[in-house]
């Protein structure tokens, strides 16, 4: 079994081999990688174990615990694929809405991209190099604008939870579109819509009855509800703004 010392698959470094006659072939921890990410969109992050991406390129398990000690690792390592496909510019424009905006919205296009992404993401810490280059674009959005360092690392943490909490939100529609064969309009009219019409008529939730009759935010497409609801924390961050200086 591989050795299980809790040392970061940061800190190992790459093995190198090469391929050749008579040797065995080489792989590469972005080989392997790239390997349980195609395996997890396909069909799901349990489906992608360290025999099934043996398989796939046709060699054996165990082989492969030289290249990725722990299945921890292998879930560190696509996290960090994942946040590699996020593009921002080398640094903040000096516009810090715009900045968390585009942060948030790369992270929700990477999130539905990999239906496993979040669930990884907020279940583990992770230090990987991508992720740490998106978290301090962000983290510097906010730089020299009246904020201590606690102020900054909170509310990036809370742009965080509230990007993260949305693309679970609607990936659990999605989930449940493709379980029931149903689209979310039709889930809402068809599979659940008589329930709620007589929750809303006997009288006893007259919030939650308003909320289901009166709000335009839930009838908006998800993208504009992921907006709306991300305007939000920023204008909440934005109380908290004191100077305007441009990095």
Known sequence: MPDEEPTSIWMLP???????PGRRPGYSREQITRTAVQIADAEGVEAATMRRIACELGTGAMSLYRYVPKRDDLF?????????????PDGPSGDWRSDLS?????????????????ALLTGRPTLGPHLLRVHEFALSALDRRGLDIDDITGFVGMLNDYVHSAIRRE?????????????????????????VRQ???SGAFPLFSRSLLESRTSR???????QYG??????????????????
Not at 14 to 20: F, P
Not at 76 to 88: H, K, R, V
Not at 104 to 115: D, N, V, Y
Not at 173 to 195: H, M, N, S, V
């Open 171 to 195: 990936i659990g529609w999605l989930e449940e579109a493709r379980r029931t064969g149903l689209d979310p309009e039709r889930w809402k009219r068809d599979y659940i819509g008589p329930y």
């Open 220 to 226: 908006l497409p998800p993208a504009e509800q992921f």
């Open 199 to 201: 929750v809303v008529e």
């Open 76 to 88: 560190d390592l696509m996290i960090d694929m994942a946040m590699g496909e996020i593009e921002l």
């Open 14 to 20: 790459e093995r190198q081999e090469r391929s050749g």
């Open 230 to 247: 991300l305007d939000r924390v920023l204008n909440g961050i934005s109380v908290h703004i004191t100077s305007d200086i441009s990095r």
């Open 102 to 118: 585009l942060v948030a919205h790369r992270i929700r296009a990477a999130g539905l991209r990999h239906s496993w992404l979040i």
